[in-house]
């Protein structure tokens, strides 16, 4: 699904089958998959038949979706799915999931709610729990899956996680909290003092007095809400329409729903609208539509397998699949710049390499905006390779491009001497002269001719040297030139193609320095935009961790003034504990990985120099100085 384009109707995200396991269904996933904008994910949850997917539909600004039922079997089952355009954020997407009511006496599966509950609350941002008639006991009592949630979620692995501090990471990972209340007739006062729906819903949570099994058992709904949701509101809803009207709620227009039902339900609405904030993980990382994805499979695969969904394990698989995307992204578009922007061939390696930082540095600046997590170094050092064999790539294509054109140039500029060599123009008295005269004319017009690229000479080295054998006979054949002159037309070739071997390897060791260079310069910079980004994350889990300490410090006040010393000390341990504890830092280990690349890779430049010089010695003229030599044999005629 493309931004922008919405569902016309809502899918299945994860299906509860019959025998109990939970399936992500492949078209939910594949919808998911191709949303690249941020998701502001809203979740309901609440006992069956309490009209949740009529609120949901008035999110979606629908009147009909999610399915609605008017007989006391629920109709929602599973989690299910709709995408759409957010109304007040143009590059955001509204996740609506409606999901299967709770306390279903049909399902005979309690487990499976807590599940379904469980699930609510790891996908969304903003958790929406739908009741009936008022906040009490009663309906704090039938909350008793946010009470199961240290059960059924874990926030660190196994070999990092206690019992102790599992619930008190919540804070981290869970949405806001919305508490609607339907069908509420009640007037909102509390000891004869108007309250705010807010105040109502605090007042509500309150614990109570007492050490009595049942009075604890009453005030663990209420702790858990109050530890686990720091942003808590609470909207009241009359009926919508008269029992008559009930069951064709979705026919119905809007003047003719309740004025006490409509007014609250548009309320409702542009709050979730404004407020509901983009799906998140730890650290502030902005989630996906193909992110929420992988984590609703992580987290039902989790559970199909016995297991505990463990939120610092989903973000880290999570990361790895990000990552790695974020690599093959990177690279994708370091081709799609280079390609628009090199222009081959190049005149030196210097243009090539100029154009090659630009591009790296945006594909880089791309991985970086999308990477996240523990391990980034991991993917940055594969992407630097994979940078790495596309330059060399484009280098060897350079070097192709120049190699062709160069040797096109020289097959249309040889023409008349080749055809002069096959008619035996050379193989008469004096014809070497006029050999040498016509290949002189060849070079000189050869590098007049713009746009060669770097091969430019190495082109012409060759072709002198395919040339070569047919100049010896030539020379060998003309009668005009004693023995002495040809021993030095033959000294003065040699001494011309030992001079051209060694401008060709002075610029191989120029390309070969400059190469060089800009791998020190890809080694510091890739250095510095990780240790930015390993500084930024580490920034932003202290900024996390700062508002929830500020949570638990206003929770413990509360606990305080409600009487509840013990709770608040236990509030203050969790406090001391965040305040101490900073996220683990890889940086020296992250730096020590790619400090480690530089060296590899400079080595194995330096031995294709080595090669390079080697073969270039072994193929050179043997013996004294050409110009040198050949002063001699001049001397020696005279």
């Known amino acids: 699904m493309a931004p922008g384009i919405p569902m016309e109707s809502p899918v299945c995200l994860i299906e509860n089958k019959p025998d109990g396991r939970l399936v992500v269904e492949e078209e939910a996933m594949q919808i998911l998959l191709n949303i690249r904008q941020p998701v502001a994910v809203v979740a309901i949850v609440g006992l069956y038949r309490t009209g949740k997917s009529y609120l949901m539909n008035r999110l979606a600004g629908k009147r009909k979706g999610f399915c609605l039922g008017a007989t006391v079997q629920g109709q929602t089952k599973g989690i299910w799915m709709w995408c759409l355009p957010h109304p007040y954020r143009p590059d955001h997407t509204l996740v609506l999931l409606d999901t299967e009511g709770l306390g279903d006496v049909q399902k005979g599966n309690s487990q499976n709610d807590s599940w379904i509950f469980a699930l609510a609350i790891l996908l969304s941002s903003t958790l929406v729990y739908n009741s009936m008639g008022t906040i009490d006991h009663a309906a704090l009592e039938k909350l008793h899956y946010v009470t199961e949630l240290t059960k059924k979620i874990q926030t660190k692995s196994s070999g990092r996680c206690q019992e102790a501090d599992n619930s008190a990471e919540f804070v981290r990972f869970f949405p806001a909290f919305i508490w609607a209340v339907r069908d509420f007739t009640l007037q909102l006062e509390i000891d004869g003092r108007p309250v705010t729906e807010d105040e109502y819903l605090e007042s509500a949570l309150k614990l109570q007095q007492g050490n009595t099994e049942q009075i604890k058992r009453c005030n663990v709904p209420r702790l858990c809400i109050r530890k686990f949701f720091p942003s808590r509101k609470c909207f009241t809803f009359d009926r919508p329409a008269n029992k008559r009207n009930l069951h064709r709620l979705e026919e119905l227009e809007e003047e003719d729903l309740e004025p006490d039902f409509l007014e609250p339900v548009i309320v409702f609405c542009e709050h979730v609208w404004n407020t509901s904030q983009p799906k998140m993980v730890p650290g502030g990382r902005i989630v996906s539509g193909a992110m929420l994805a992988n984590l609703a499979k992580n987290y039902v695969e989790a559970i199909n397998s016995g297991q505990v969904p463990c ?18 992204e990177a690279v994708s578009r370091y081709e799609e710049l280079m390609e628009k922007r090199m222009k081959l061939p190049t005149e030196t390696v210097e243009e090539l390499l100029g154009v090659h930082a630009e591009c790296e540095r945006e594909a880089t600046g791309l991985f970086m905006a999308r990477a996240f997590g523990d391990h980034i170094e991991k993917f940055q050092a594969d992407l630097v390779r994979n940078l790495q064999e596309k330059k060399n790539e484009f ?19 040889s023409q008349e001497l080749e055809d002069g060599i096959a008619k035996g123009v050379y193989s008469v008295p004096g014809g070497y002269q006029h050999f040498v005269g016509k290949r002189h004319e060849i070079e000189d017009k050869y590098r007049l001719v713009p746009g060669k690229g770097i091969q430019a000479e190495k082109a012409l080295e060759e072709f002198l040297k395919s040339k070569k054998s047919v100049a010896e006979s030539i020379l060998q054949m003309d009668k005009t030139l004693s023995n002495k002159d040809k021993e030095i037309e033959a000294e003065r070739a040699r001494a011309q193609e030992a001079q051209l071997q060694q401008q060709l390897l002075k610029q191989e060791q120029d390309r070969l320095t400059h190469m060089v260079e800009d791998q020190k310069r890809t080694h510091e910079e890739q250095l510095q935009l990780l240790q930015e980004k390993v500084e930024k994350e580490k920034e932003a889990w202290q900024v996390e961790t700062e508002r929830m300490v500020q949570h638990k410090l206003k929770e413990q006040e509360q606990l305080l003034k409600e009487g509840f010393a013990q709770k608040a000390g236990e509030m203050e341990k969790e406090i001391q504990r965040l305040k101490t504890e900073s996220r ?14 530089l060296p590899s890779v400079l080595s194995l430049i330096g031995q294709g120099l080595q090669c390079y010089v080697l073969s270039s010695l072994a193929g050179a003229p043997k013996g004294p100085s050409q110009p040198r030599k050949l002063r001699a044999l ?3 005629k005279k």
Not at 314 to 327: K, R, S
Not at 584 to 597: F, R, Y
């Open 311 to 328: 939120l610092e394990n989903a973000v880290q698989a999570l990361a790895e699949i990000e990552n790695a995307a974020a690599v093959r």
């Open 395 to 413: 280098c060897r294509r350079n070097e192709q491009v120049s190699s062709d054109r160069c040797l096109a140039v020289l097959t249309d500029l």
């Open 584 to 597: 683990p830092s890889n940086l020296s280990v992250v730096m020590s990985a790619l400090e480690n690349m």
């Open 634 to 636: 001049k001397q020696s």
